[in-house]
């Protein structure tokens, strides 16, 4: 693996670790507003990365298919949101303000199952990186070195503030400064791994690329719709997650565009 793609790999987990050290720095807990306009910052990328990383790049590489080149993206899209929902299913977590936990019943503090939630929101951040750069590494012409780190950049932003969101929460309710940052940074741990082995795994599967492009925007709108806007909306209406969420997608637009 050469330091292009190693750094490219690293640089999101980077974001994750920098935004849990927040934690050190504010000596309170993210307010109700800053956490929507944060998480509608978060679900923009995600969106723009799925549609102009992902998406578009997994329809050209199946332009021969002529009128039948949206066929594979849907195929791996479906694919996508069904391996999230079945991860969302069978590992037990609790998304933030909730008071419920989701999957199965399992005798984890409420912590636990709140670092379990950003880990399964991370996982298909991981994978779309890798696939990128999996793609770049087969030779495609449709996936450059640009676009890639493009993509690694625009994870990285959103997850800075997604390492505070967990770190500082964990600390509000107890735990201490360190334990929370660590909680924050393990949560991200997850993406560089991922994405790893997801290089590894396309290596295999060169032919199917289309289908893994779209696999991971897939999974990665899963988060968005599942997750983010129900907590970007939240609660006493305001427009700031809204407003937030175009700013997000704007940005990873104008990224991809402008390094792809």
């Known amino acids: 693996m050469n330091a292009d793609v190693l750094s490219g790999l690293l640089i999101p987990f980077a974001?994750?670790?920098l935004?849990?050290?927040m934690v050190f720095l504010m000596k309170k807990d993210l307010g109700v507003m800053v956490r929507r306009a944060l998480t509608g910052f978060a679900g923009g990328v995600m969106v723009a990365a799925s549609i102009w990383s992902l998406i578009i790049p997994a329809m050209d590489q199946s332009e021969s298919m002529g009128k039948l080149s949206f066929l594979p993206a849907c195929i791996g899209f479906w694919i996508g949101i069904l391996f999230l929902l079945f991860l969302d299913s069978v590992i037990p977590h609790l998304h933030m303000n909730a008071e419920k936990a989701e999957g199965p019943?399992?005798?984890l503090t409420k912590s636990t199952m709140?670092?379990?939630a950003?880990?399964?929101h991370n996982i298909p951040e991981g994978m779309a990186v890798g696939v990128v750069y999996a793609g770049m590494i087969s030779g495609s012409t449709t996936i450059t070195a640009g676009g890639a780190m493009a993509l690694a950049l625009g994870i990285a932003i959103q997850n800075f503030p997604e390492g505070a969101i967990i770190s500082m929460p964990l600390c509000a309710n107890g735990r201490s400064?360190?334990?929370a940052f660590l909680d924050g940074v393990l949560s991200g741990a997850v993406e560089p791994v991922g994405a790893a082995l997801t290089i590894v795994a396309a290596g295999f599967?060169?032919?199917a690329m289309p289908y893994l492009l779209s696999f991971a925007a897939g999974a990665m709108i899963y988060?968005?719709?599942e997750e983010l806007i129900p907590e970007m909306s939240e609660g006493e209406h305001s427009n700031i997650g809204v407003i937030m969420f175009a700013v997000g997608f704007t940005l990873m637009m104008a990224l991809d565009v402008a390094l792809g």
């Open 118 to 120: 950003v880990t399964l």
């Open 223 to 225: 988060v968005v719709v």
């Open 205 to 207: 599967f060169i032919p």
């Open 105 to 107: 019943h399992a005798k």
């Open 19 to 21: 935004g849990a050290a």
């Open 177 to 179: 400064k360190g334990r």
């Open 15 to 17: 974001g994750t670790a």
């Open 114 to 116: 709140m670092v379990l």
